[in-house]
């Protein structure tokens, strides 16, 4: 069984448009985390979740916003789409230790 | 501020050969670091972790090793295959209470059949 699994694996969407990327794990940890990979491949670190606790925030656009309905679940949604926000977008979670990644999410804005 | 950085940025070498891949990072007060494989298109996948007290960490053909002093890490992968043709990521993680992990930009491996 995939420990993090992230929908849709891509996504193709007009500017402007509002869209969403959900994420779940099933590996009992505490914490979840999205990461934007840019087009250097440089990963970096937009939300953090600890028991539905918002940690991190990292000088990213109102326009994104990190929702967790339990604590295995995160979703990112993305409000008005654009081009800049093309990249590949991962989920992962921990515990402690090592951080486990999902496939990522491949946004394309068009 | 800690920084991560490997070198080289690519590297192709023949099939059967060992190598190593490099990562160093300017802070040596670290908790702990992280080798990450990433295939085109995919996620990142875990291959080793090493604590801040560890030295080496073995799994397979490859070995990881950790100087905290000097703030270098390597990814040794000895008889390498066409299958471990990758980017190879090193994350660094500051601290027990840091959430965030810093990468280096990754070593693109090609090997050659």
């Known amino acids: 069984d995939t420990a993090v699994s992230q929908t849709p694996k891509y996504l193709v969407t007009q500017m402007g448009n509002d869209k969403s990327i959900k994420c779940e794990q099933n590996?009992?940890?505490?914490?979840m985390y999205w990461y934007k990979q840019d087009s250097k491949k440089f990963l970096k670190i937009m939300f953090s979740?600890?028991?539905?606790?918002?940690?991190i925030n990292e000088t990213v656009p109102n326009r994104f916003s990190p929702k967790s309905p339990d604590k295995a679940h995160l979703n990112l949604h993305i409000n008005s789409l654009e081009l800049g926000d093309s990249a590949v977008y991962f989920c992962?979670?921990?515990?402690?230790?090592?951080?486990?990644f999902g496939a990522g999410t491949r946004l394309s804005v068009l | 501020k800690q920084e991560v950085t490997q070198i080289p940025a690519a590297l192709s070498v023949p099939e059967g050969e060992n190598l190593v891949l490099n990562c160093s990072f300017t802070?040596?007060?670290?908790?702990?670091l992280q080798w990450f494989r990433q295939d085109p298109g995919k996620g990142l996948t875990s291959l080793l972790l090493?604590?801040?007290?560890?030295r080496e960490q073995t799994s397979g053909r490859l070995n990881a090793s950790l100087d905290k002093s000097s703030g270098r890490s390597t990814l040794y992968i000895a008889a390498s295959q066409p299958g471990d043709s990758a980017t190879y990521l090193c994350?660094?993680?500051?601290?027990?209470?840091?959430?965030?992990?810093?990468f280096g930009q990754g070593t693109r491996l090609t090997i050659n059949p």
């Open positions: 992962a979670s921990s515990q402690g230790g090592g951080r486990y």
């Open positions: 994350a660094v993680r500051p601290s027990q209470g840091a959430q965030k992990l810093v």
């Open positions: 979740y600890n028991n539905k606790e918002l940690i």
């Open positions: 090493i604590q801040s007290s560890q």
């Open positions: 590996l009992g940890h505490d914490t």
């Open positions: 802070d040596s007060a670290i908790y702990n």
